[in-house]
């Protein structure tokens, strides 16, 4: 669990030495270090698929219709929200399950690593992941005009379960955000009544 702003940092040189079962507990944290390196691969893959398709349009830039560029741009979007999604992923998590990243006064340490902790990473895990679909989505109703020609690859029932599917993603996160409010609002009720 990562710290909060408001959470003090305990003294240096005065942590208390942990028994070793507590300490094997403790230390199996560090076991998540390869899935980071992993999807620091799986972004690299990703770059070169940006690149890829980048390549592919503009090789095409003055054979492709309005809409095939449109479908294209879309894609390389598509891309880009992966990436980001990927680096929430790599940094948010280092920093919440496994260790600080102590990168205080770095001029680009990400504006929301300094109150990042579990809660907060669902978040916006799932606002990242409405965003990837909702350009899913895009594509596929731009592409779905073509159904009526019998063109298109996807089938009404396909479109109706992607919106369905996406309508999900919505009602998820304000499910995960009214939790999380309700559970910040106990905790700020208890920490009053304690004060009191």
Not at 115 to 123: D, E, F, G, Q, W
């Amino acid at each position: 669990m990562s710290l909060t702003p408001e959470t003090p940092l305990p003294p240096k040189g005065k942590g208390k030495a942990l028994r070793p079962v507590p300490m094997l507990i403790f230390g199996s944290r560090w076991l998540q270090l390869p899935l980071y390196v992993g999807l620091i691969v799986a972004q690299g893959v990703y770059v070169v698929l940006f690149l890829k398709e980048l390549w592919h349009l503009f090789a095409h830039a003055f054979d492709f219709s309005e809409q095939q560029i449109m479908l294209a741009v879309l894609g390389l979007i598509d891309v880009v929200m992966i990436s980001n999604l990927l680096v929430m992923v790599i940094v948010g998590g280092y920093e919440t399950f496994v260790s600080r990243l102590n990168l205080q006064g770095h001029p680009d340490e990400p504006e929301w690593l300094s109150h990042v902790n579990a809660s907060v990473l669902k978040i916006k895990l799932a606002m990242a992941i409405i965003g990837i679909s909702s350009i899913h989505l895009l594509r596929t109703f731009i592409e779905a005009g073509a159904l009526a020609s019998g063109k298109s690859a996807y089938t009404e029932t396909g479109v109706m379960w992607q919106t369905i599917i996406h309508t999900v993603f919505i009602l998820s996160a304000i499910g995960i955000a009214y939790v999380d409010r309700v559970s910040n609002m106990a905790v700020d009720e208890a920490k009053r009544a304690a004060s009191h």
